[in-house]
């Protein structure tokens, strides 16, 4: 396993009122959403059921970074309208790109239960339904997922409703960050897909994936709309946005690196997944680029293998080491969040805030789930 540093706060450690704050907000729609979902029909409560135990599970990572933006721009004690709501938003919809992700990777576990597909795959197989279970879950978790987004949605809009009471340009550009985020985001994911379908692409598209499928969208988007809420100046939002993509790319590259050398009691998923999936991270990329003959040949035959098990992650992780990939990227991660707090040495945000973003800039580089 991995031997990183000590990690000493998480986000709900950093800002536990303003997620308290997040979480209630959460806590409210999704039981306003459930009684309409249950006033169709009864059945539809395990739906609501699965996407409530998930969504307990987060990070609220996306979330901490939306509360911080916000500070960062209207300064430690200020009231920011809408703000709740909009940090709420981020995790739906988060919770929404999960749900549909594990669709698309076949991933079996997530936050240390079954994925929504594979849970209602059982439900099918267990009760004796007619039809297909593999189809009925992912159905279901589409439509599960879709739920999810338009919540989303709904969260953001009472975000904007909030700022615009006295500030609509706030409102505006709230939304204009929002709209940005889904279409990076959505582009991300099926560049993702591309790569694993046209392996060999290099490097460059590997990055492309890296920054709008995670790095904007996990830190820089969030920090942006927290910003925007908060009337954040056009200096300030640059800042934030450098800052951001700095920080999300470390993050991203954080997480290629536990999903083939991490914990599973920890991440919440099998280590395996992104080798029996054949991602083709910056991390195998660069294995791939750099390896020998024989070395690219046993990436070849492990990555993307639905039957790989321990044997074929091992050879993974030896060529990746064997290459330097691992090195590379370790390198790669510590230069970024240098760069991250250059930036932040020089934002105009009171000291506390310059902390609680120093903070969680660590916790995303230097995490062990």
């Not at 997944?273 to 195998?284: C, F, I, Q, S, Y």
């Amino acid at each position: 396993m991995l031997d990183l540093p000590p990690v000493l706060a998480t986000p709900r450690d950093l800002d536990p009122e303003g997620l308290a704050g997040v979480e209630a907000v959460l806590e409210t729609h999704v039981d306003r959403q459930a009684a309409a979902l249950v006033e169709v029909d009864a059945s539809l409560h395990e739906v609501v059921t699965g996407l409530r135990a998930l969504l307990q599970g987060g990070k609220r990572l996306r979330a901490a970074f939306c509360l911080a933006g916000a500070r960062a721009a209207a300064g430690v004690g200020e009231d920011v309208p809408g703000v709740w709501p909009a940090a709420a938003a981020l995790e739906m919809f988060h919770l929404a790109a999960l749900v549909h992700d594990d669709v698309m990777d076949r991933s079996e576990q997530r936050r240390n239960q079954p994925t929504v597909h594979r849970a209602f795959s059982e439900r099918h197989a267990t009760e004796a339904y007619d039809g297909d279970a593999r189809t009925f879950g992912d159905g279901v978790a589409v439509l599960a997922g879709d739920l999810c987004l338009t919540w989303s949605d709904d969260l953001l809009s009472a975000a904007q409703a909030a700022a615009g009471r006295h500030r609509p340009e706030r409102s505006h550009a709230a939304r204009r960050v929002w709209e940005e985020m889904r279409t990076q985001v959505l582009a991300g994911q099926y560049l993702d897909l591309l790569g694993q379908a046209r392996p060999g692409s290099g490097s460059a598209a590997a990055d492309r994936v890296l920054i709008y499928k995670s790095a904007k969208y996990t830190v820089a988007h969030p920090l942006l709309l927290g910003a925007a809420l908060g009337g954040a100046d056009r200096l300030l939002l640059d800042q934030l946005d450098r800052f951001g993509l700095a920080v999300g790319e470390a993050f991203q590259l954080r997480d290629d690196v536990l999903g083939v050398f991490g914990d599973p009691d920890l991440t919440g998923k099998p280590v395996c997944d992104d080798v029996r999936e054949g991602k083709r991270t910056l991390l195998v990329t660069y294995a791939a680029e750099h390896g020998s003959t024989r070395q690219r040949r046993v990436l070849d035959r492990h990555l993307g293998d639905p039957d790989g098990g321990a044997e074929g992650l091992q050879a993974v992780r030896e060529v990746i080491t064997g290459t330097g990939a691992l090195g590379r990227v370790e390198a790669r991660i510590e230069t970024r969040i240098g760069q991250a707090h250059d930036v932040l040495a020089t934002m105009p945000v009171d000291e506390r805030t310059r902390r609680t973003l120093a903070a969680l800039s660590d916790a995303c580089a230097w995490r062990a789930a």
